[in-house]
């Protein structure tokens, strides 16, 4: 039966959350590349700073490769797959976490990317207020250069589907639900039987 790793990406607020969120609604299971960082952040007992998260993820990059958070999480992705069709693997930022995980899971691999503008996703940003998250501007625009710089834009470039998020979250919960139900009929059909 054939089995589908959805890699989500997008830069920080456009909406990943909010999709993941519906996926587990729909009784999907989420692994979020993020959490493994702020796991590690937490058990080295640093306080989950926005500058102590992007120096985890760093450094965990320069010791083990662009590949390094697919491959801790790699274990759990392999244990979702085996239980569903169909799994979501949240904050994917290089082409490199997309090859380890296609390789060490045998899956097939879609990418959607969560697209909204910088002014939009600043703003959300400052709303969440979750630990880590930049509170300027210079902040801001720190963290999204950051995350490009460890090859998100390659991933955007060869996305499956864009979701453009610039409007309501009820909107987007919508569109994401209404992907995500067109998915699993597709995809997941052979599990009904």
Not at 104 to 130: C, D, M, Q, W, Y
Not at 141 to 149: A, Q, T
Request: with cysteine; hydrophobic share 45%; net charge positive.
């Amino acid at each position: 039966m054939p089995r589908t790793a959805l890699l989500l990406t997008g830069l920080p607020g456009s909406g990943k959350t909010v999709f993941s969120e519906v996926a587990r609604s729909l009784g999907i299971p989420v692994i979020t590349l993020g959490d493994v960082v702020r796991e590690e952040v937490a058990r080295r007992g640093l306080e989950p700073s926005q500058e102590n998260i992007l120096h985890i993820a760093q450094e965990l990059r320069d010791r083990y490769g662009k590949e390094a958070i697919a491959m801790l999480a790699s274990n759990k992705i392999i244990e979702f797959l085996k239980q569903s069709c169909l799994v979501v693997v949240d904050g994917i930022r290089s082409l490199e976490e997309v090859n380890y995980i296609k390789s060490s899971t045998n899956a097939e691999v879609f990418i959607v990317v969560v697209h909204a503008s910088p002014k939009v996703r600043f703003a959300r940003l400052l709303a969440r207020g979750r630990s880590g998250d930049p509170k300027t501007w210079d902040e801001f625009v720190k963290r999204d250069f950051k995350e490009l710089s460890w090859g998100l834009g390659n991933v955007v470039a060869l996305a499956d589907k864009i979701m453009v998020n610039e409007g309501s979250i009820e909107e987007f919960k919508n569109k994401v639900r209404d992907f995500l139900s067109e998915v699993m009929s597709r995809w997941c059909i052979l599990e009904l039987k």
